[in-house]
Structure formats: C-alpha cells, structure tokens
DNA sequence: CTGTTAGCGCCTTCAT
DNA sequence: ATGAAGGCGCTAACAG
C-alpha cells in the first residue's frame, strides 16, 4: 500500500519544536530563529518531508494554479504558446493545469472540473468560453484571460495581436505587389481572430478600389486548405495570390500548389500567411506572413492575471498588441 | 476582494440537511435518499455551490492529478502526446499539471515542486529524471513512467517505441534500395531512443557487410541538421543516403539540400527519418520515416499509471512497441 | 438513510 | 521567537 507521506507534525517532534515552527520554516516571510531553523531542516531533511501544497491551498485559500483551456495542441502556434506560458507561470509559483476541449459538450464538463479545482485563475489559449461560465467565474472572482478569442461578457479579459492592421498590411502588401486575383482563405468561422484579418484585408484593398477576388472558407487545418486549393485552382483563371488566415493553412496552399497544380510560389501564385510559426521560415517555404507576438501576447496575459489574482477583483481588460510583417520570398518582387 | 466560494455547510442550511448529507450527493456511489438529493440539488444550484476539490484530496489523499514534465513543446510529436495524454487522463478523471524543465538545475526545483504538489504520478515525456528523484518518488510510491527515455533505476515504468528494430529496418531499406554511402545524424547524445535507432541501423548494415560511411551528432533540432548537413554535403564525395534519428532533423536536410546545396531528393539523396510527425507526409517532403506509436504508448502508459495508482505501490515495468515502417518518396526505388 | 463526530496537513492569530 | 489552539471544506466511519 502506499506510504504515508511524512507530516509537519513527525518533523516537529523530531526536531524537538512545535508544530508551528516547522510551519514556519517553509513559509517565505515568517520569523524564526536561525538555530531552530537549522534543527527543523535537519529534521525535514532526514525524513525527507514536503510540505503539502494541498493542505496549503485549501487553507491559504490560493492554489496556484492556473487553468488553461486548449482545444488543439496540433498548431505549432499553441504549443509554443503554451511552452512559454509554463515557463513564465512557473517563474511566479504557479503551475498549469491542462483541460482540452473541442466540442461544446466537452467545454461544459471541463469548466466544471475548472471550478471544482480551485484554479486561480483561468487562461484560454485556443479554446471558446460560453458566456455562461464566463459569468460564472466572474461572479466568484476568478480572472479569465483569453488569448485571441472573443467572448462578449463584461470581466473576461482579453489579448489578441493586431489582427485587422495584420490583414490591411497583406492587403496593401499584395497590391504593391502587383498582384491582380487575390483570394482569401478564412479561419474558423467563428473566430474573431479570423474576421479581423478579414476585414483588415479588404478594406486594405477598398482603399485602393479593389476586391477581393474569391473568398474561401477554411478552419485552420491543412487538410481543408488543401481541398480548398484544388477548387481555386482548377478554373480556367485562378487567383495569382492567396491570402491564408494562418500559416499552417498557407503552408497547405503552397505544397498543394507546387506538388498538384505545377504552379510555382512565387512566380505564379504569391502566398502569405499569418502567424509566422517556425515552419515558415523553412527553405522550401519561405513564407511571407504576420508575425504574432507570441510571448509579448503570454506576458501580457501573465500580468492580467496575476494582478488580478493579487486584487481579488475581476478587471475584463482588453489588449492589442503590434504584429510585425515578416517579408520572405514567397511572393514576387 | 475576492468573495468567499460557497461551502457544503451553507448549502446544508438552505436544504435543511446535514452537511455530511451534501458530501454524499457528490460522492459517486454514496447512498441518498433521491428526495433528500432533490433538495440539496436544488439548494446547490440555487447557491452556485462547486464542490472544493482541495478539501475533498486533503481527506481522500489523492489529488486525481498526474504531473507531466517535458522539456520541449516545440517538437509536434510531444504536442500531439501531450494532447492525447490529456484527453486520455481526462476520461479518467485525472488531469495534467504541467511542468516544463530544460536545464539540469531546473530539473531540481520542478520535481520539488511537484513531489509537493502531491499528483498522484508522474509522466515523463520528453524529460530526463535523475536517479536521485527517481528514488524519492519510489520511496513514496509515487509511480512514475518514462516515455521514451530510460532511467537505470528500479521502480521506475518505461514505454518505448521499438527504436532498434526501427533503426534495423531503416539500415535495411537503404540497402535494399541500392544506397552506397549511408550517413547517419545522431540525435542527443545522452537519449536512449537516438543510440537504439543508431544500434539498430549499424547492425542492419553490418548484417549487409556494411558500415556507415559518415556519422554526425545532432540533437534532434532543425537548426543543428542543417549544420550538419552543410558540412556533410561540402566535400567532393557525399552520402547518397541520410538518416536522421527524427523526422524535425530529416526535414532540416532535405530542405537544406534542395535549398542550399541543389540536389534533389530522392534523385541525388535519400533520406529518411523518424516519428512521423505530420510534416513528414506533407507534398514538399514526403519523408520516408519509422512511425512510432503515439496513440498506443500513451495508453500503454496511461494504464501504467493508473494500474499503480489504484494497487498503490510501484512496478518498474518495460514497455516496448512496436514501430511501422512508412515508406515515402524521399528514397528512390 | 441520515446526522454526529473526527480528523486530513497545514497556516495563523493569540498569548507567552 | 515560539507554542497552543482553532479552523480551511470536506470525507468517512459510526451510531441511530
């Protein structure tokens, strides 16, 4: 059976001290004397105690932890977000703790299990929030901050790049380039991050009369953006560039062109993407795209919630944070 | 501030029932009178009571939380494990508390950190533990499985993928497939699943009357295979094969090669990797690779994990599956 | 089936 | 600076 993990209360009495004393030992800014100090370490360490971060919780009423919300690790964007997410909440005494969820039947069994966790705080990273648990944490004063995602409910915080000047840059970008047939593939539809370069991008190209010369819709899977590409492409007259609303689709888009149609990037068809994930920069791809700033965007977010788990009152603030172009050879001179 | 949550107790009050008879309403197999658990229900409801998962481990002594070190998101084969381990571990009612962990020092503060977290085991993905740790977690008999990489201490589960057989068979292929000058690029030096491809692959050409005709360290990254590939590729006479201990590194060499060295693959080069990641397949790669498990060494290890958690002491048992050749263009017939 | 009673391991006043 | 005492919110016997 499994052991009994060592208690305060062995140390102490070990160490010949109180109970409290341990206590006191492990917490950052309490007052001990350096003689009892030695003696209790000396004891913890012979018994090889921890102190239980549970028993902590539930009386510091904190329990470090926060919760993330994912609902796909597959997109390389997400992954590194997630990565330096940990790495910054770690740096702060705090853990992540990982829920996935895709469907909306999930989404509500996971939000429960958020509650009942005691998380502190709670980061939505590729994942939608019904407004119903979003009033639901509100209401209990836990902060919730999402990363690119739109949620209409006062008090969820929000952080998201520049996602309409990203798309009007790759629509003034691609007129300055001559491009004459520009097409769009969008994101999920419902997506906010989605429609925002969008828009960007056809008004970018209104402000120089033009239209966008065919629209699709994808959902930011390689595999609809192949299908997608074999139908804009299999016409008479195709579009001579092709705007992704990310990377990993635009990176669809280019080996779909090059492997299927014998249509050469740039020469014959100019790409951009949006993201700027590490693939992008490969040799094959050279993909010009919008560069997310990822870890400014996971800062920012990092600081909405620990300040507001600091408080101890929900803000809902929204932040925009600057893209950057990033000009690669995947479109024409 | 922060309001207090609402407690079994107040609920009690409100449904006019014993706060014991609350607990049992959210004790799966608790015997309730159903008119008794209506009122509570409704009480709960009422008050937006959440159970406090804190309090109810402090008493149960398991936290239904398994801890997962990784070093690196950054690599899609440890995303995609990750994603799946969490959804597995969630059907469980387990959830995934995640740390990262590069650097050595780092390594002894994160399993600090977790040993008082109190998660009832311990994932390893893409980690190494020292045999210091390893022995504290068998002495509390908290379960630990590696996946991938191997720690000489007892106790400790592991779940391979057959890495020397894929190797073997790699070394046979490029044979087969009339290859004179077969190099091979190393993955960490220290990583287990790098020496066992690099083992298999060399006795498979030993067993041909063959030797490798270059060997180069990598370490399993983008940047460092196309180093390697450089130097490789710079002298008069090159391999007409490369095998790279993972998929990341097989595509850095097909790319610099194409990119930086014009030659082509297969024509020129063969290359081959390992994983099958999903990159390997897309149309500008199409890498013949070795594919490991995932879906399977997750549940392997999952079983694992949960079989020692309910027995309550540890086994230390091996796993190893076994791997399917995926064969590519990237070697020519 | 239900209420009462003890804690789980620790932090935190409050005296000393 | 230290010890004693009282919970944090909940589960698990134990009576009834």
Redesign the interface.
């Known amino acids: ?3 009994r ?1 060592v208690t305060s209360q062995e140390v102490a009495a070990l160490a010949g001290v109180s109970q409290s004393a341990v206590s006191r030992c492990f917490s950052p800014n309490a007052s001990i004397a350096p003689k009892t100090r030695e003696k209790v370490l000396a004891a913890a360490k012979q018994l ?1 105690y ?6 902590r ?2 009386i510091t ?1 904190t ?1 470090r ?1 926060i919760a ?1 919300v ?1 609902s ?3 997109n ?1 964007f997400y ?2 977000m ?2 330096y997410a ?2 910054r909440f ?1 740096q702060h005494g705090y ?6 969820s895709s469907d909306e039947q999930e989404s509500a069994s ?1 939000m ?2 958020i ?4 998380a502190d705080g709670i980061l939505m990273l590729s994942a939608t929030l019904s407004s119903s648990f979003a009033g ?1 944490c509100v ?3 836990i902060p919730v901050v999402m990363i690119n995602r739109t949620v209409a409910f006062e008090g969820v915080s929000q952080v998201a790049s520049d996602n309409y000047h990203g798309g009007y840059w790759v629509g003034e970008f691609l007129i300055e380039r001559g491009c004459e047939r520009i097409a769009f593939i969008a994101g999920l539809a419902e997506s906010s991050t989605s429609s925002q370069r969008r828009q960007g991008f056809l008004d970018a190209l209104a402000a120089h009369g033009r239209a966008c010369w065919a629209e699709a819709r994808g959902d930011y899977q ?1 595999a609809t953006a192949q299908a997608v590409t074999r139908e804009l492409f299999t016409a008479d007259v195709y579009p001579d560039a092709v705007f992704a609303a990310n990377d990993h689709m635009a ?2 888009v ?3 062109l ?3 149609m014998d249509l050469r990037v740039p020469e014959d068809v100019a790409v951009v993407g949006f993201d700027n994930i ?2 992008a920069a ?4 050279q993909l010009t795209t919008v560069q997310q700033p990822i870890e400014a965007m996971v800062d920012e977010a990092t600081s909405l919630l620990l300040a507001q788990i600091a408080s ?2 929900v803000a809902g603030e929204h932040k925009v944070l600057p893209v950057t172009p990033i000009v690669r050879a995947s479109v024409r001179r």
């Open positions: 059976m499994r052991k993990p090889g921890r102190p239980n971060a549970i028993a919780s539930l009423r329990s932890t993330v994912m796909q690790l597959d390389p992954a590194q997630l990565e940990s790495r770690q853990h992540l703790l990982l829920f996935m996971v429960a299990e509650l009942q966790s005691q639901e209401a209990r004063s390689f990176i669809a280019i080996d779909t090059k492997a299927e590490p693939v490969w040799p094959s791809y101890g009152h």
